[in-house]
């Protein structure tokens, strides 16, 4: 009988409950006895240097326990954070990298860049004496934009970083892409911005440290994506302390989006800084901090061009980007407007030749790096937007033109230009699943129907592919990773048949608390509530690479799967013993271990118990316990793909557009819970969303001062801003490489989202001879398109 | 926020008495000074609330219009009967200001003492010709508003009541900035017989009278009317949401919208 809570049932996530009802236990909810509070002194300008720090005030204000600097931090040779990933240049140079302090030294390169850290007995007391310390500047030349940076005259953000470049990257083949655009009928071009957005997790960040004078034992309670990462990189290369010294704890933590992925120099201050007082610390970020300090995503400006022959076949794509890194490298900056971008520009076209450039700057604003999609959200608004273009260039409809340059099913595993290798797709069948969804054929009808109102319609279609579940690790390496990037699993039966699962990967909203769940369920025929998971403490589970990427089933939940094939090998030896069978003979379903052709059967749960009471195992062949672990490096990356359609009005009275049917169609492989599935998507599609139509990280162009720092002018999406949606998926390409046939679905909505919305956009305002509008897609840039092109309109 | 003496008289006199305090508050619904003090950009002494003092609280049927307490929520003048009666555009501007979070705390009191510029009431006061008592007098709705959080309130001076009068038709319209969901430009249109009153709101440092909207509407209310006209775009405000001559747009489209809705 299939377990009601096994894979493939839409189980209701089990970590709901307590999220709900307000009981989950968030790094702000830790509380230690003696604990003090961190305030962070931050710089107010872009770029200045320190000439001194005066906080004999500060320290002299109630309650004060210390005012700590980064000449502090250098008198007891606190490191700079690390990058964990090295990019080499065209001409084969290492990219630039300078250090980043947690504490800034002699100068501050962003807005919010950390000067000193005030610890008092109460967070008040600790903003009060934070404003008492006196930082003297001298304001310098900021660089507030990625273009500005290159802009010849430009201030240095760092001084060995001349033009304030620090890497100038490529991929592809130049010369096979320069001859066949010399052959091309036609050429499709576009500059587009992809621009900066915040990521605004519900749950600011927030780091606790302490230390233990008795064990020295250090322990960082952090809202983290990935706690063994943070705990290798910030003992091994900023604090010095040994891993067996250094426990870190990533608890409930509510959302990340890639933002709580890195190292944040706050992790290391209250860590060290504990030490240093003697007492537990604890900071959290308000929401001003957040905007400022957490790594922002995106922000490419672009240049790409389509070859196209006579009947609109793809020949080649060039593309060349420029990417804003920040004032300095967050953890993982380099590999995103890289090998996570330019890897991905083939889409799901059968383009034969492509070459991308992509030049990244030091600019004095926040540093950037992964966000939901990151890198690949960049790839596929690009390509798919260029498809548009190119569509109208040769005159042919917008599905056509795409279906014509699909990779055919029948073509995979399939080798693209730009290094990747897809296992598997159908691209056609997911375009095929769309069109009925949204009544392709009656869009004509609607949008004569919306004109007679007064509106504009607009149909838009975005197709993706992203490469998830980061790959084996000497791929990631040989493209400049510094981390391994497989995962762990330990599964642990109790003697009394229950489970505990350790598993390296990091739920911050996932659900992994479920699916893992049902994974285990299934596989041993228990019920769910027998089975635990846990993560996110460096001191219970193996080493584990944390959750980023849509990686977690995919190589978490294989890494699972490997730990509950050597689960069931043991179980089995032991079935064999106390069934007096051979191994051999022993069958194995859904947890019971029967010998073959008999009645003779154990459930899983006597044979836990018999592991755990070994009263006569043979104990030279068969070992008590029953609880292994495994490590899972894959083969290849996973490829979700999709198609996704948006059908949008816009007033032109007003130039505010509404989403009126959005239409996603996914592969994700195999599917373990529809329901989680499901909301990942309707998330990621209204981060997609809010993109092209919301959210724009503004930075003063000149003096580096963030313009959107709060909710009042940086526009989130919210819930009646969107259409209920139709989600369909399709299991008929499940993965090839990995135990469970799963793909990954955490990101898909975010990457196909933008562009479907953007082209649709364009589509509707197509009548004003429009063909690009960079997002978002704001009420005012609309009207202003539509105002511009009616008097040239009236006087035709 | 930094620290401060919280007061919360029962009385209106001993409230007046209170805000004598040097850089003493008066805390309303608190949906401005709240978040204010939490970002640490304002430090007074004491903190007097208005939300004990039932003589600020109320909405009364008063010379065939309404007389609305000073610290009424926005939520109770949206929900109530007597304002969908009497004064039903008055209660579906309630209804949109802000959200549901807001609309529970917002006082009607606070916000025309503060005097945002986007906020959607100094429409109303201006455009349904109200009066505004206060604990010294009673001040016209046509001269309350000064300038950019300006009004005619002396120190000290705290509003008692807002009088509304009951027009023959009316209507808000008002296109809201996507992110903070203030007005970027609120119309409120009001008909009283042959004259008509267009007061805009969000688009400029303080509400203003549209005149030249108003002579065209009392000539022939409908939104053709307003065909052609616009309101100058100078001096309008400016920001990432929206610049100048979209506001200026935006004040047309709104009030026809407004005479529409009006019907």
């Given at each position: ?620 062949e068969l070992e008590p316990g029953l609880d292994e672990q495994a490590f899972y490096d894959p083969k290849n990356f996973t490829y979700p793909n999709g198609c996704h359609v948006c059908e949008l009005e816009i007033d032109p009275d007003t130039g505010v557009t509404t989403i009126v049917n959005f239409a996603a169609v996914d592969d994700f492989g195999n599917v373990i819970n529809p329901l989680i599935v499901e909301g990942q998507v309707h998330g990621g599609l209204v981060q997609g969303i809010g993109q092209a139509l919301y959210e724009n990280c503004v930075y003063d162009e000149e003096s580096g001062q963030l313009v959107t720092g709060s909710y009042m002018d940086y526009c989130m999406p919210r819930a009646d ?76 | ?263």
């Open positions: 009988m299939a377990n009601p809570n096994g894979i493939g049932a839409s189980v209701r996530r089990r970590e709901d409950q307590r999220f709900l009802t307000g009981r989950g236990n968030y790094t702000d909810d830790f509380k230690r006895l003696n604990m003090t509070h961190a305030v962070h002194v931050r710089s107010p300008y872009a770029h200045a240097r320190i000439l001194g720090i005066d906080f004999a005030d500060a320290a002299a204000m109630p309650g004060v326990v210390a005012v700590l600097t980064g000449a502090d931090m250098e008198a007891d040779k606190v490191g700079s954070l690390p990058c964990g990933w090295q990019i080499h240049s065209k001409d084969g140079s290492p990219m630039k990298e300078p250090p980043h302090y947690p504490l800034a030294r002699d100068r501050v390169r962003y807005v919010g860049d950390a000067v000193a850290v005030v610890i008092a007995e109460t967070r008040e007391q600790a903003r009060d004496a934070a404003e008492m310390v006196v930082v003297d500047y001298e304001e310098l030349p900021a660089v507030g934009s990625s273009t500005r940076a290159i802009d010849g005259g430009a201030p240095l953000v760092h001084d060995d970083a001349p033009d304030n470049v620090c890497f100038d990257w490529h991929l592809g083949d130049k010369a096979a892409v320069d001859a066949a655009f010399a052959n091309a009928a036609h050429v499709a071009r576009i500059d587009l911005v992809n621009q900066r957005l915040v990521p605004n997790a519900m749950e600011p960040r927030a780091a606790m440290g302490e230390y233990d004078q008795s064990s020295g034992e250090y322990t960082l309670t952090t809202t983290s994506q990935n706690p063994h990462v943070t705990r290798l990189l910030m003992g091994a290369f900023v604090l010095g302390i040994p891993e067996h010294k250094l426990r870190v704890m990533a608890p409930d933590v509510g959302g990340g989006f890639g933002s709580k992925i890195f190292h944040y120099g706050e992790e290391a201050v209250v860590t060290w800084a504990a030490r240093r007082v003697g007492r537990p610390v604890k900071w959290t970020a308000d929401r001003s901090e957040s905007f400022l300090t957490d790594a922002h995503g995106r922000d490419h400006v672009s240049h790409a061009e389509l070859a196209m022959d006579a009947d609109g076949n793809f020949l080649a794509l060039r593309v060349s980007t420029l990417a804003n890194l920040g004032a300095y490298l967050s953890t993982f900056a380099p590999s995103i407007p890289t090998y996570l971008y330019a890897t991905l520009l083939a889409g799901q076209y059968k383009t034969p030749a492509i070459y991308a450039e992509v030049k990244a700057v030091f600019t004095n604003t926040s540093p950037v790096d992964a966000y939901r999609g990151a890198g690949r959200p960049e790839a596929c608004y690009l390509i798919e937007r260029l498809v548009d273009v190119a569509a109208g260039v040769v005159g042919m409809d917008k599905t056509e033109i795409r279906r014509r340059n699909f990779v055919p099913k029948e073509a995979m595993p399939y080798q693209t230009p730009v290094a990747l290798q897809y296992d598997t797709g159908d691209f056609a069948k997911n375009l095929d699943i769309a069109l009925p969804l949204v009544d392709y054929p009656g869009f004509q009808r609607r949008r004569a129907e919306s004109k007679a109102r007064g509106k504009l319609r607009g149909i838009g279609f975005a197709t993706y592919i992203e490469a998830c579940g980061i790959a084996p690790s000497n791929v990631a390496g040989a493209l400049g990773a510094r981390a391994g990037l497989y995962e762990c699993a330990e599964v642990r039966f109790h003697p009394t048949g229950s489970v505990t699962v350790f598993t390296g990967s990091h739920s911050h909203g996932q659900g992994h608390e479920t699916t893992f769940a049902q994974i285990v369920a299934e596989r041993f025929g228990i019920p769910i509530e027998n089975v635990e998971i846990v993560h996110g403490d460096t001191n219970k589970i193996p080493f584990g690479m944390g959750t980023y990427g849509s990686r977690s089933l995919a190589v978490g939940g294989s890494a699972l799967v490997k730990a509950m094939d050597k689960v069931e090998r043991k179980a089995r030896k032991i079935a064999a013993h106390m069934l007096e069978a051979a191994e051999t003979d022993i069958e194995v379903k859904d947890g019971r271990f029967t010998v073959a052709g008999t009645d003779k059967s154990l459930g899983i749960g006597d044979i836990a118990l018999q592991a755990y009471v070994p009263h006569n195992f043979p104990l030279d801003d969107v259409p209920s949606f139709t989600v369909r998926y399709h299991e008929d390409q499940p993965c090839t490489h990995n135990p469970l046939g799963v793909k990954g679905c955490g990101e898909a909505g975010t990457i196909g989202a933008a562009a479907a919305v953007m082209n649709a956009v364009v589509d509707a305002l197509s009548d004003y001879g429009v063909t690009h509008m960079d997002m978002p897609a704001t009420p005012e840039k609309v009207w202003r398109v539509i105002r511009d092109a009616t008097p040239a309109m009236a006087a035709e | 926020m930094y620290a401060f003496t919280y007061q919360r008289p029962t009385s209106l006199a001993d409230a007046a008495t209170a805000i004598q305090a040097d850089e003493a508050k008066l805390l309303g619904g608190g949906q401005t000074l709240l978040p204010t003090l939490k970002q640490r950009l304002a430090r007074p002494t004491d903190l007097i609330d208005l939300g004990a003092i039932p003589d600020l609280k109320g909405i009364r049927e008063a010379d065939g219009g309404l007389e609305i307490g000073a610290f009424t929520r926005h939520a109770e003048v949206a929900h109530s009967d007597l304002v969908k009666r009497v004064i039903p555009a008055l209660a579906s501007l309630a209804e949109g200001i802000g959200d549901r979070q807001v609309r529970n705390m917002g006082t009607m009191g606070g916000s025309i003492a503060n005097a945002d510029p986007s906020a959607d009431y100094p429409s109303a006061v201006v455009a349904l010709k109200a009066t505004v008592t206060t604990d010294r007098r009673t001040i016209a709705g046509d001269d309350f508003f000064t300038g950019m959080f300006e009004t005619a309130l002396e120190p000290g001076e705290i509003v008692k009541a807002v009088r509304f009068s009951r027009p023959d038709k009316a209507a808000y319209a008002k296109f809201r900035n996507p992110a903070s969901r203030y007005a970027i430009v609120g119309v409120f249109v009001a008909r009283f017989g042959a004259e008509v009153r267009v007061a805009v709101t969000g688009a400029a440092g303080s509400v203003f009278r549209a005149t030249a909207f108003e002579t065209a509407l009392a000539a022939d209310f409908r939104a053709e009317a307003l065909n052609g006209l616009s309101v100058k775009a100078d001096g309008l405000n400016a920001d990432i949401h929206a610049s100048a001559d979209y506001r200026a747009h935006l004040v047309t489209v709104m009030a026809k919208r407004a005479v529409e809705a009006a019907g």
